[in-house]
Each structure stands twice: as structure tokens, then as C-alpha cells.
């Protein structure tokens, strides 16, 4: 008999953290709750015992974006501090999502012309800071992770966001790696490199898979 046994980072609700409602920077009326990933050994892929807590972060019960929790000492702040927090965020955010969907497209030498029109899409929702995601683009395009330029934009982007925002980064850019249907296993490396260089433990690659899965339904639908 084959014991199946691993590691997988799950996300929980903080039941004793109070709600903070209606403080969602980014809809204004979505109500902020504190969750956190945690990982649990599994059996038969089922989780059997809690180990140690990757991340706490926020998020908003409306628009689903999530917050490093540090949100919630900003939220005290004047409206500018909140303003310029938010942009920042969302600055960063952007960069190394672009980086990271170039990269991916990138890795295997053929740079097809879906995946340069998703990361254009990607770019366009991006309209102010538009011609320096094309900069990035083409940068990595064309010296991929020369000087660690991708993997560093991912380590900015872990000091100002949550765990959970890293992974909408790495799921929104993993589904260029879907358009042939399958991961190999050059992409896992690469995508559990990633992982690593956020700070984040490479076993939470089947939480990543599943939010990849989510967001290929959403794209179909």
C-alpha cells in the first residue's frame, strides 16, 4: 500500500480579529477581514496537522483584493498617506506582475503572439503607468532575468503586499504557461523558484496550482 503524504498551505479566517468594514482602499465599500495561510501536513492528500503560519493579510469580502496587514495601522492615516499607500502598492504590484508574465512567456525561447497580447492586456488596466510596464516588457523580453531584475521585482513586491497578493501575481502570469494545456517541469522549477524568491515556502506551489485552475475556469467562462 503507497502512504501519499505532503505539505499544502491552506487560507483561514482570524475569528477573533474584528472586521473592518467598509475600508477596502480599492472599492471603498468592502469590508476587510484577516485570514491567514497556514500549512498543514497531509495525508492522502487530506490535511491532517497544522504546522506553521506563512502569512496573515486582509481581505475584502468584495472585491477579493488582500492587504499586507499593516493596512490596518494606514487606514488610521490621513486620506494622502492612504492615497500614496495605495498607489505604491499598486505600483509594485503591476511591475512584477508584468516582469513575471514576460518571464514565463519567455522561458522557452518562444515568445508567442497570444502571450504578448495577455501581458498587454494585463498592461492596459495599468493606464498611468502604462509605458514603463512596456519598458519592463521589453526589457525582459529581452534579457529575461538578467541581473535578477524579475526575481528582485518579486522581492519588492513581498515587503510591501500580502502572501495572497503574491499569488495572484504568479497565478494571473502562470496562465500564459496553460495555453498548451500543460506545466512541464521546467515551468514547477520555475514557478517554485518564484515562490522562493517571495519569501514563501516552495510546497505552497499546489495553493498556487489551485488558484491557476480557478483563474483558467474564470478565463473560459
Request: charged residues 25%; glycine residues 4%; contains cysteine.
Amino acid at each position: 500500500m503507497f502512504i501519499i503524504f505532503g505539505t499544502r498551505g491552506i487560507k483561514h479566517t482570524v475569528s477573533e480579529s474584528p472586521v473592518l468594514n467598509n475600508s477596502c482602499p480599492n472599492c471603498d465599500n468592502g469590508n476587510l477581514v484577516n485570514k491567514l495561510y497556514r500549512r498543514w501536513f497531509t495525508l492522502f492528500f487530506i490535511p491532517v496537522i497544522p504546522l506553521d503560519v506563512v502569512d496573515r493579510f486582509y481581505e475584502c469580502t468584495n472585491c477579493k483584493s488582500a492587504y499586507n496587514e499593516k493596512i490596518k495601522d494606514i487606514l488610521g492615516q490621513s486620506q494622502s498617506i492612504q492615497d500614496n499607500a495605495q498607489h505604491q502598492s499598486r505600483y509594485v504590484y503591476a511591475k512584477a506582475l508584468i516582469a513575471t508574465m514576460t518571464h514565463m512567456s519567455v522561458i522557452d525561447n518562444d515568445f508567442a503572439a497570444e502571450e504578448e497580447r495577455e501581458i498587454k492586456d494585463a498592461i492596459e488596466q495599468f493606464d498611468d503607468i502604462k509605458a514603463e510596464l512596456i519598458e519592463i516588457m521589453e526589457r525582459v523580453k529581452r534579457d529575461q532575468n538578467k541581473d535578477n531584475f524579475v526575481f528582485n521585482l518579486l522581492n519588492e513586491a513581498r515587503t510591501e503586499l500580502s502572501a495572497e497578493a503574491i499569488m495572484n501575481i504568479l497565478a494571473q502570469a502562470g496562465v500564459v504557461l496553460l495555453a498548451d494545456g500543460v506545466i512541464d517541469k521546467a515551468e514547477e522549477a520555475l514557478m517554485k523558484e518564484y515562490l522562493i524568491a517571495c519569501g514563501l515556502p516552495k510546497d505552497m506551489y499546489k495553493t498556487l496550482i489551485d488558484k491557476l485552475q480557478v483563474k483558467e475556469i474564470q478565463e473560459v467562462n
